[in-house]
Nanobody, 126 residues
Framework: QVRLVESGGGLVQAGGSLRLSCAASARTFSSYAMGWFRQAPGKEREFVAAISWSGGSTYYADSVKGRFTISRDKSKNTVYLQMNSLKPEDTAVYYC???????????????????WGQGTQVTVSS
């Protein structure tokens, strides 16, 4: 199982930007599709963005499309989520996750992810 540690969360004003990082412990990280999810208070966890194991394909929830960008740096075993034009409704705990099986293209279903980080809080003030 891959150990994942998120960082980069914080408090930002509406319209601002943040970049989240997700550092993975295992070198095998490079073989796994990755995803970002978020959970707002009182709501279920929801999919945000995904990237294929190769990094060549990405996919976004409609709510963040055009504002968020997912990327990965295999040399650093790290996945990023660049968040621009943030809105108060983006406030949530953000989690990164690694797919259960290697060499997947895009994975978006929560049950298809086998490793999760502890989450990082993002708060957007109006």
């Amino acid at each position: 199982q891959v150990r994942l540690v998120e960082s980069g969360g914080g408090l930002v004003q509406a319209g601002g930007s943040l970049r989240l990082s997700c550092a993975a412990s295992a070198r095998t990280f490079s073989s796994y599709a990755m995803g970002w999810f978020r959970q707002a208070p009182g709501k279920e966890r929801e999919f945000v963005a995904a990237i294929s194991w190769s990094g060549g394909s990405t996919y976004y929830a409609d709510s963040v499309k055009g504002r968020f960008t997912i990327s990965r740096d295999k040399s650093k075993n790290t996945v990023y989520l660049q968040m621009n034009s943030l809105k108060p409704e983006d406030t949530a705990v953000y989690y990164c996750a690694a797919a259960r099986s290697p060499f997947k293209t895009i994975v978006t279903t929560e049950s298809d992810f086998g490793s999760w980080g502890q989450g990082t809080q993002v708060t957007v003030s109006s």
